[in-house]
Structure formats: structure tokens, C-alpha cells
């Protein structure tokens, strides 16, 4: 079942992360295994679980969520990047794994029914909503009662120094811009997430920062996280001869400063749906 997201951020959020499919298995981007991998680990998973993973990407939290489990449990994996999409189902079919499906369609506004899965699971996901409370609001309702719910979200500080070198580079070749797609930056400190799930009432999450590095094995590979990131926006922006000068000033300053790793610091926030409590969200 296909559904084609409508809305300017959805649409938006497909041109680029469809784009961005060509590089998003690289090396230098291996952390979106890594840490789609440990969600659902955090999530506690179990055999037979239902689980429902919004923003799926490429299939990294999905695909753990099928291994975990297994053949009687069931995975739905949503996303507007129909590139992303064809990753995940072609490594679905190279690891034999029937129990997942993945459907092209807003992750905000599901249609699933309420109360249908055991664990939902949103990683690096939420901020792209345009309205993260009705967002999270969205996934706590798809909750069956004592289900878990499991956000992942970027820490402070990510992809430094690169992220500085990159928007700065940025701001040389094209002022307009600068930052002009950056929603990551919203969510980067267990308070605002905090209050994002107590804004819908969706519990008390646990929330555990953890901080992390990523390696390069040279400088010039933090290109490739550009080209297979939310960057891949800005980049694709700019007239081919500008998108040239901005790869090539870019990896000049990286091999100046000799960045061969970079900040991938991380929040993992968990909540669990009170068995007591029915699906609802204040008014």
C-alpha cells in the first residue's frame, strides 16, 4: 500500500533524502546502522512484537527490529524517500527477512489503526515534522497500553568540526543558504525533549545521552556524509559550478584542519505506555 506524501515539509524531506540515497551506505555514514541498531535494542524489542518504525530511511532500525522479533512478530517501516525505500527492501530480500514491509508515505499523518503496535520507533526523524508535538502525538497513539516508544534524536555539537566548515563554506559561495535547512539543531538536549512528550502526554521518557565519535578515514570522506544527509538540501540548491566550488572548498579546509573524526553525540529517549491508560492526548 503506497501513499504519496502531500504536505511541503514531507515533499521536501523525499526530494532530499531520495537524493541522498546514492550515498547514504557509505562508509562515512556507517552511524545510521550503529544507531538505528541500538534503538531498537533500547526499545526491548522482543519476538512477536509488532513494531511500527516511522522515518525508517534506509532500513536500519527496521531491519534490527525484524531480526529481533523474528518470524511471528511484524514491522512496518514508513518514509517519504522513496530512494531510501528501494534500500530497505533490497536488503530485506538479501537477508530473507519476510516479516517487514516498508510503505512509502508521511510518517505524521500514518492512517494506521490506534493501538496496533507493540513498539514504535522514530530515528533522527521527529524534527523534520512541522509539528513535532502532533508528531510524537501520532506515535504514542499507535501504542498498544504498555508499549514502548523510542525517539531518537542528535545530540549537541554534530558532525564538528565539519558542520562548522561546511556551513561556513556555504555561507561563501551562496549567503542565502546558510542554514537554511537545519532542523536537527531543534532537538539537542534532554529537556526540549522532555517537554515535547509531555506537551501529548506521552509519559516520562528515560533519556540517555550518549556521546560518540565518528571516523574518516580521510578528510575529504566527510563529502560523502554531505552527500547522503539532510546537507544534500543545501548542496543540490546551488547551480552545478557553485555546488563544485562549495565540494571544493569545503574538503580544502577539512585537509587544512585534518578532521579525521567528527561529533555524533546522540539522545535515546524511551517512554512506555501506562497499561492502565487508553489512547488519548489532551484536547
Known sequence: MEDVARSPHAQRASLTYSAAADHYDLPALSFWHRFGEQTIRRAGVQPGDHVVDLCCGSGASALAAARATGPHGRVLGIDVAEGLLALAREKAAREGLEN???????????GLVSEGANVVVCVFGVFFAPDMAAFVAEMWRLLTPGGRLAVTTW????????????????????????????PWDSLTSTQPVLDLFSAVGAGVPVIDAVAGRQQLDQPSDFWQLVMGSG????????????????????????????????????????????LSLRSRTPA
Do not use: M
Open 231 to 274: 546537507y544534500r538540501n543545501t548542496v543540490d540548491a546551488l547551480q552545478p559550478a557553485r555546488r563544485s566550488s562549495l565540494r571544493d572548498i569545503v574538503i580544502q579546509r577539512l585537509e587544512a584542519e585534518a578532521v579525521h573524526d567528527i561529533t555524533v553525540d546522540v539522545l535515546y529517549a524511551v517512554s512506555r505506555k501506562p
Open 100 to 110: 517487514v514491509e516498508f510503505v512509502h508515505r508521511d510518517a505524521t499523518a500514518t
Open 155 to 182: 545530540g549537541p555539537s554534530l558532525f564538528e568540526p565539519g558542520n562548522s566548515i561546511f556551513w561556513d563554506s556555504v555561507r561563501e559561495v551562496e549567503p542565502s543558504l546558510y542554514k537554511a535547512f537545519n
